[in-house]
């Protein structure tokens, strides 16, 4: 029996032993695996609109790898720095008014992190200015104001160009014929009109050459000022016909009395845009790569449901970018009693804003009614009825002149005409 009881001692020494050694073994095979770790100082990162880049720091014990997201090749990029210590991030700005949203997967082995960009819209009050060069110079009795071809060219189509001066004289922009494309006098030490198609045309490959100054009009400063905002847009081949298409969900972001601008690599061929009953409601061809419509009401509801859908493309016209440019401004007025009458007015300093060639539009909560915008001598220059709740009517040079030196004083409203708002667009 003490024989037995030895022999089961041993054995179970022998037993515990083993284990030791089995438990002892498999710690020393963890401890030569070595597990990758991965961690990013933030997942979620907001960037404005404007172009740029942030950095945010990364841990790991290896190396890894970055791959960008398909929804964000186009406007993410990314640089390893600091030895991998951090990543670098570049975006574009986003021309688009809708906020977009893309990732990075960042990989060590068998670890994975997503780092998470949104990127705001571009806002629709953001309004940028393009400095212009220009010279002004006399001889034969004549002093000119001349803008070279390269700064006519950055101008697109729809946006305001300001020359500052002083309260001064007049300015005539003439062609290659001597006509009068643009002119007038200043306003409030300002001189503003619309850059349309027209005139780019005009100036294409030249600039402005010829801006007749007279009787001390002087010239201290010259840009261009405008809202752009680009949309997308697909074009296919179908049927024998390439087909130029905007869904509804891009036109509708496009504001009536917009300017509607494709830029084009070349001036080949033309474009019609066909409605649903194969009707063209807009159309023609690039001048000096450039082709612009104004977006109306007809436009708008035409389009609202199914966007453009049939944009026949003929004889090699190509689209480089499509975008809008949305000159639309806010107006301040006011509505008084007196002798009788209802009387609408504009100060000196809101006019001043409007540029010559812009649409005026009041507002209306009804149709009722008429307004009449009288001169000093009574005489009607601006005048009519509200249609679809809305008056509108074209500022020319001739109406700037008739309210440069004190706005409108005079606009007569009958039967019930009301005012809700005012603003001009381009």
Known sequence: MNVMKELKIILAVLIIFSSA???????????????????????DVTVPYTEGSFTIGVSANDEYTVTVDETGTDWLSYEIVDGGDSLKVSFVQNDSTLVRTSRLIIINDDVMRFLNVDQEGFPTTSITTVDLNYTVTTGGGYTILSVPDEDCDQIPIGSTVVFECGD???????????????GGIPVNGMFS?????????????????????????????AYAMFSKTSLEYTITEGGGYTIFSVTAEECEKIPVGATLNFSCPSDNGSISLLDATYAEYAGGSPVNGKFSFSWTNAIAATTAESGITTGVIRDGFDVSSLFFIDMNTELEYSINEGGGYTIFSVSLEECAKIPIGATVVLECPSDAGTISLLDATYTEYAGGSPVNGEFSFVWTKEIAAITATSGITTGILRDGFDVSSMRCHN
């Open 21 to 43: 050694c089995v438990f002892t073994s498999c710690s020393e095979d963890d401890e030569v695996i070595i597990k990758a770790t991965l961690e990013l100082e933030q997942g």
């Open 168 to 182: 001064a004289g007049s300015i005539s922009f003439l062609d290659a014929t001597y006509t009068e494309y643009a």
């Open 193 to 221: 009109f619309v850059w349309t198609q027209e005139i780019a045309n005009i100036t294409a490959g030249s600039g402005i050459t010829t801006g007749i100054l007279r009787d001390g009009f002087e010239v201290t400063g």
